[in-house]
């Protein structure tokens, strides 16, 4: 690829100098401040670490100041105390797992989700998405950012999106084949399970699909496994991640020489601490990603604790964007899962089983393959009362748990009664998750 070929959305602020990014860093980390300084949360925060004023923040450096979100502190927000705008402004709200019952919740004015969509098709266009692609976007529409915030981008940049949403694969395959499908959005195992699908019909082949790139994210995956579903499926697949909290995918992108996410950082303040010291790690080191947004009015994020572990990848990427690059992701500080694209903290489970009549003492998470896709096993025992009882009982029992799991963390688990006392109890600090998942 000739330098003159490599697509850019915004040549001048993808390749701009560091110093200009870090002017445009100050500028927008004030003006986060600012709007911070609107809501009680960081009003209190910021006074507690001697910040009153935008004006307080006098370099790119000064962001050390300023102190760190958890997702705690959003829970403890909802629903609006992190609103800095009148709650007329707000046009749209997307949401996550909490920790427990209570979602993750954000809220955009209209000019928040233009600068998001844009976002987004300035990650499409560096991965080589035109107008003419046709992209059939695989994620779930909904509260998920991967639906309508991945759409709205590939809308923005004018290809033709089309809304299949999740699930549904015999339909997929139709549509792809049917409209010309160009380009995917999907997660990892997603991609793997169309190709399963694609070998199995006998009505559809690889032949009649015009596929050329997949746009994959949303949990971790490795190279290996890239490379993989790109020789099966005979196309390019680019890594996106992204957050919720960050207006969701497309915060970090890669371009078509596929070495690495950039950061979009004219948008988004980037650092990666030691989680311990929460220091700088050495350059090139592994640590907890923090995020600062600087692209958004309604709800400003400072110093935000992502809890996924990676590194910058030291050196120029060939494409000439400045903005830097994130390696692969290679775990995260806390126990969340990541279950067919769904984030599932172990928390949110316990929540349920604690506040269910006929719960007993113990219970144990499993997470396995099954085929290409994830699959999430709850072990409970119950109460000796409840496990005397009839076997309609217990059923009900079970059915009650498996509805009120999949209403909180919006997957099916299976649940397995256990008689009481039948599970394993450690020494120590209890284990209670087991991820079988062989490490792609
Ligand atoms: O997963 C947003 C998204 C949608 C990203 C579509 C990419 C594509 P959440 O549900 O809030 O948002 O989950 C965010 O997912 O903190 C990571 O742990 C994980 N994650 C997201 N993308 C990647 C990726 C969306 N490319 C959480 N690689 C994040 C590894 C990822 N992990």
Same mark, same amino acid.
């Given at each position: 690829m000739t330098k003159a070929e490599i697509p850019f959305r915004d040549i001048a602020i993808e390749t701009a100098s560091r110093e200009t990014i870090a002017r445009i860093q100050l500028e927008g980390l004030r003006r986060q401040v600012a709007q911070g300084l609107k809501t009680d949360f960081y009003r209190k925060r910021f006074a507690e670490c001697g910040i009153s004023s935008p004006e307080d923040i006098g370099t790119p450096d000064d962001i050390r100041k300023l102190p760190f979100t958890t997702k705690g502190d959003l829970r403890d927000a909802?629903?609006? !105390?992190?609103?800095?705008?009148?709650?007329?402004?707000?046009?749209r709200i997307h949401a996550s797992s909490g920790t427990t019952g209570t979602p993750t919740v954000i809220y955009l004015t209209q000019k928040d989700l233009d600068r998001a969509s844009d976002t987004m098709a300035r990650s499409l266009m560096a991965a080589g !998405?035109?107008?003419d692609d046709v992209i059939q976007n695989m994620m779930t529409y909904g509260l998920f950012t991967g639906g309508l915030c991945f759409h709205y981008g590939a809308e923005l940049m004018g290809a033709m999106v089309i809304p299949t949403s999740a699930g549904n694969t015999l339909r997929q395959l139709r549509f792809m084949k049917d409209f010309g499908t160009t380009m995917i959005h999907a997660t990892p195992s997603y991609l793997l399970h169309l190709h399963a699908a694609i070998e199995e019909s006998e009505e559809i082949s690889r032949g009649d699909l015009r596929l050329r790139k997949a746009i994959t994210g949303a949990e971790p995956h490795s190279e290996e496994l890239r490379r993989k579903i790109e020789g099966k499926l005979g196309i390019e697949v680019y890594n996106c991640y992204g957050m919720s909290e960050m207006n969701g995918p497309g915060l970090a992108f890669e371009c078509v020489f596929r070495s690495g996410m950039h950061v979009w950082e004219d948008r988004f303040i980037a650092e990666i601490l030691d989680p311990d010291t929460l220091e700088p790690v050495p350059e090139g080191g592994t640590g907890e990603l923090v995020l600062t947004i600087l692209c958004r009015d309604a709800m400003p994020l400072i110093r935000y604790r992502t809890r996924d572990l990676t590194r910058f990848i030291v050196g120029e990427c060939e494409c000439g964007r400045t903005h830097r690059r994130l390696a692969r992701f290679t775990g995260r500080t806390d126990d969340m899962l990541i279950i067919n694209g769904v984030n599932v903290f172990p928390s949110q489970i316990e929540e349920v089983l604690l506040r269910t009549? !006929?719960? !007993?003492a113990n219970y144990f998470i499993v997470v396995e393959k099954e085929g290409v896709l994830d699959r999430l096993t709850v072990q409970v025992e119950i109460t000796p009362e409840t496990f005397a009882d009839d076997a309609r009982v217990i059923n009900a029992l079970r059915d009650r748990l498996k509805a009120e799991m999949s209403a909180l963390i919006t997957i099916n688990p299976a649940i397995e009664i256990r008689e009481p006392g039948s599970l394993p109890v450690s020494e120590g600090k209890a284990k209670r998750v087991e991820d079988r998942r062989p490490r792609e």
């Open positions: 909802y629903p609006f !105390g992190l609103l800095a705008v009148p709650k007329s402004e707000v046009v !998405g035109t107008k009549n !006929g719960v !007993g």
